[in-house]
């Protein structure tokens, strides 16, 4: 989309594909499951929290949105942090932020305070881990990054098979308190995984002593001149680029609806008079496909043939999901459910294994930092009317078909307007570029002949400068000669200097007549 920006690592470091970019991987992997798995595994508290506080549902559901609003809005400001300070420092100030909201929490006396603590401190804290995670990710890795971010994503579906149990275990022993004070503990991990971001830096290679000063000179001026300049905090260049503002507009519509059906299938299954048991059995279902669905997408996402076409398997992930939801809307039973909750988890897996990999295909890893943090804020603002928007028709038709249709159609939308604008937009831009690229080695090949032709020229006028110093060197010899026998030779038999000067000039007149071509640059 728009063609693969090069991949190189910061201060010019080629990724290494491997070595200690696993260990990155790892802690990618568990961030990851933290960012997007915690806002979920919290809603287990929700009725204790409704008990306590004598608020209602909707009031405690705040808490998991404002957790999700300063995870994806408060992307600008990871950028600019991490610019300026780097993935390492960030990452581990923001798991002492994500464990400190859950421990304030806990001695929370009104939700208002669960609000501040749980949403914005532990939803900040999270946020300045997943981007610098992702960008790490991305300097790590090159020809296998598909296969690390599909693995990578497969972090939220196991963390949320891992964090929702384990939430009602420690609801069930130590209170809501307690667990959320236990839940910050854990949250400190995150501050191990920063730990592992451990920056790229270049090799030390010897200087050749052979290279000539004056060119050193200029060399080291030119790195001095670099290093002066200072790297702009938040690069708002990406949106010259075609391709960032088609993924953009695109990812936004995508997301109005994406998360839509995880949130409503439970209740849509005890709508059709299921079990509690039985409906929230569907989510575990999902979250099963999910885990083998990314990584899956990951290694298909990598192949020579599918990579430089990643785009468009992103578009097909996107319809795949739009359409799954438009024939799931007609559910009326359970086993209806149940194979919708499998093929949307295939395709809901081959999303979120392929949104990051192409953004980092388009703008490169240079300025990935600040286009994730501007693609995130225009993400928060449509995560923050999808859901409450299907919400509101459901209060307004009681129906969940038109929920379903709703979500299906923003999903499809996207994906043909990623699709065909790219098909018309970006492929055009390439062929320009291609034919000035035909034109350019067209005109090498012609200077190339001129220089070619011009160098025979200018062999035989060697030639001819070589013959006239051999014949200089001649008269010279000629000249000493006569000095030395002319006092023993007669009148008639020297040499006459001016017959000779006339005879030598001959051949420089005929050879200066030859035109010397122009020099070839």
């Avoid at 990851?32 to 929290?49: D, M, N, Q, R, W």
């Avoid at 603590?117 to 995670?133: E, M, R, Y």
């Avoid at 897996?349 to 192409?358: D, K």
């Avoid at 051999?470 to 000095?483: H, L, S, V």
Wanted: contains cysteine.
């Amino acid at each position: 989309m728009g063609g693969a920006a090069v991949d190189v690592g910061a201060g010019g470091v080629k990724a290494p594909d491997g070595g200690w970019g696993w260990a990155v991987l790892a802690g990618c992997f568990v961030i990851t499951g933290f960012s997007y798995a915690f806002p979920k595994a919290i809603s287990v508290f929700f009725k204790e929290l409704i008990r306590e506080f004598g608020v209602g549902y909707s009031d405690t559901a705040w808490i998991s949105s404002i957790l999700l609003a300063m995870l994806y809005g408060s992307g600008p400001l990871c950028s600019v942090l991490v610019n300026r300070f780097g993935c390492r420092p960030v990452m581990m100030v923001g798991g002492l932020f994500a464990s400190l909201g859950m421990i304030l929490a806990s001695f929370s006396t009104s939700i208002i305070h669960i609000y501040l603590s749980t949403g914005v401190i532990t939803g900040l804290g999270l946020a300045l881990n997943f981007q610098p995670s992702l960008i790490m990710l991305n300097r790590y890795f090159s020809e296998k990054r598909p296969l690390a971010n599909g693995l990578s994503a497969a972090g939220s579906p196991v963390a949320l098979c891992c964090l929702s149990p384990l939430g009602q275990v420690l609801q069930y022993r130590y209170g809501w308190r307690g667990g959320f004070l236990i839940l910050g503990g854990i949250l400190l991990n995150c501050c191990v995984c920063g730990a592992l971001m451990k920056p790229l830096v270049a090799p030390k290679t010897l200087e050749s002593k052979d290279a000539g000063q004056d060119n050193d000179q200029e060399t080291d001026g030119e790195e001095e001149k670099k290093k002066k300049v200072k790297p702009k905090l938040l690069d708002f260049s990406v949106f010259r680029d075609r391709g960032f503002v088609i993924y953009t507009v695109a990812a936004s519509i995508m997301v109005l609806g994406l998360f839509v059906p995880p949130v409503f299938v439970v209740s849509y299954a005890k709508e059709l008079g299921n079990e509690d048991t039985t409906s929230a059995l569907l989510l575990t279902i999902l979250g099963f496909i999910d885990i083998f669905a990314r990584p899956t997408c990951g290694v298909i996402a990598g192949l020579k043939w599918v990579r430089p076409r990643c785009v468009y398997l992103f578009s097909f992930a996107m319809f795949f999901n739009g359409i799954t939801d438009l024939i799931g809307s007609q559910a009326k039973d359970y086993a209806s459910l149940v194979v919708f909750c499998i093929f949307f988890g295939i395709s809901y897996g081959m999303v979120g294994a392929l949104q990051f990999e192409v953004l980092m295909e388009i703008v490169g890893t240079e300025k990935f930092s600040s286009a994730i943090g501007l693609v995130l804020l225009m993400e928060a603002m449509a995560v923050l009317v999808g859901p409450p928007g299907a919400g509101w028709l459901l209060d307004a038709t009681k129906n969940y078909m038109f929920v379903f249709l709703l979500a299906g159609s923003e999903v499809v939308l996207s994906a043909v307007v990623l699709a065909t604008c790219n098909f018309l937009f970006i492929k055009k831009q390439q062929s320009v570029s291609a034919d000035k690229l035909d034109n350019i080695t067209v005109t090498n090949d012609s200077k190339t002949k001129m220089c070619s032709k011009g160098s025979e020229v200018n062999d035989e006028e060697e030639k001819g400068l070589r013959v006239d110093q051999d014949r200089e060197a001649m008269k010279e010899e000629e000249d000493r000669d006569g000095e030395e026998v002319d006092g023993l030779r007669p009148k008639s038999e020297t040499v006459d200097s001016q017959e000779v000067e006339r005879f030598l000039k001959e051949p420089q007149q005929n050879s200066s007549m030859a035109a010397s071509p122009e020099t070839c640059l």
